[in-house]
């Protein structure tokens, strides 16, 4: 059991990578909270977690709310008595070419994936550093290097990841690890509508010629929220099927 007993906040916990990453965090024993904005989703999720015999709270709240996220943090404490591990999980994308893309899908973008990520890194660090303990994973993407139709994602992504260095920095002193997972493509519902023409361009560009399992990325962040990972702080690690590697 690599978590045993810790507990971790998942945002976005509800599908794809964050719900892999919830039941691969239940398996190795850890106390489970489930973020997400879709309470049905959520509560599905909740559900397998019980089967597991693991303990879960369920915390509807939209990450770009700081009245919600405090609020999270206090339930989360008020059950659980601590919070050892945050994956800033949730995000979306909106995509469009840059000359039509309005000002409505760039701000969303951004204020989900960029701003979510660090007001929930901003109010966990609170409680992180009152323990003098914290493990704080965040999201980052393939899409941060640069992509055709996704300035405001690729923006939103390469901002996660100077925030993870950052945060690194000023968490070390309180015990707080902090580092930033950036998938490749990976097989959730954001990747779901992928005209198949593009799925296969893409397939044929990463060298391991797939996309990603959820799990494959719960993998890596259970590696970070474990012990294993204690000396290693501020980093971005890829997922990708080496695809960021080069020709
Ligand atoms: N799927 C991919 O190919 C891929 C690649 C690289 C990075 N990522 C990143 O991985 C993360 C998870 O993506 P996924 O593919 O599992 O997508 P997903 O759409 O399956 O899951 C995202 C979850 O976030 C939730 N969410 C959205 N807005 C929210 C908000 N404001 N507050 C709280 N929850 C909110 C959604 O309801 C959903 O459950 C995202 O940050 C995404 O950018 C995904």
Do not use: W
């Given at each position: 059991m690599r978590l045993k007993n810790k507990v971790a906040l998942i945002t976005g916990g509800g599908s794809g990578i964050g719900e892999a990453t919830v039941l691969r965090f239940s398996e190795e024993g850890a106390k489970i909270v489930i973020n997400d904005v879709n309470a049905e989703d959520a509560n599905k999720v909740a559900k397998k977690v019980k089967a597991n015999g693991c303990e879960v709270l369920v915390?509807?709240?939209?990450?770009?709310?700081?009245n919600d996220i405090?609020?999270?943090?206090?339930?989360?404490?008020?059950?659980?008595?601590r919070l050892d591990i945050l994956v800033n999980n949730a995000g979306i994308n909106r995509d469009s070419f840059v000359k039509k893309m309005s000002e409505e899908q760039w701000d969303k973008v951004i204020e989900i994936n960029l701003k979510g990520t660090f007001l929930c890194a901003q109010?966990?660090?609170?409680?992180?550093?009152?323990?003098?303990?914290?493990?704080?994973?965040?999201t980052a993407s393939i899409g941060a290097?640069?992509?055709?139709?996704q300035a405001n994602y690729s923006a939103s992504k390469a901002g996660v990841i100077g925030l993870t260095k950052t945060l690194a920095l000023e968490g070390a002193r309180y015990n707080i690890n902090v580092n930033c997972v950036s998938p490749g493509a990976t097989n959730t519902a954001m990747t779901a509508n992928m005209p198949p023409e593009i799925a296969k361009f893409v397939k044929?560009?990463?060298?391991?010629?797939?996309?990603?399992?959820?799990?494959?990325?719960?993998?890596?962040?259970?590696?970070?929220?474990?012990?294993e990972a204690s000396y290693i702080t501020g980093q971005v690690i890829f997922v990708d099927g080496g695809i960021s590697v080069g020709i």
């Open positions: 915390c509807i709240a939209d990450v770009t709310n700081k405090e609020d999270m943090i206090n339930k989360t404490i008020e059950k659980f008595g109010v966990a660090l609170g409680q992180m550093i009152k323990q003098n303990y914290g493990r704080i994973i965040n290097l640069g992509n055709i139709g044929e560009k990463i060298p391991l010629k797939r996309f990603a399992e959820p799990k494959e990325i719960a993998n890596m962040h259970l590696f970070l929220a474990s012990e």
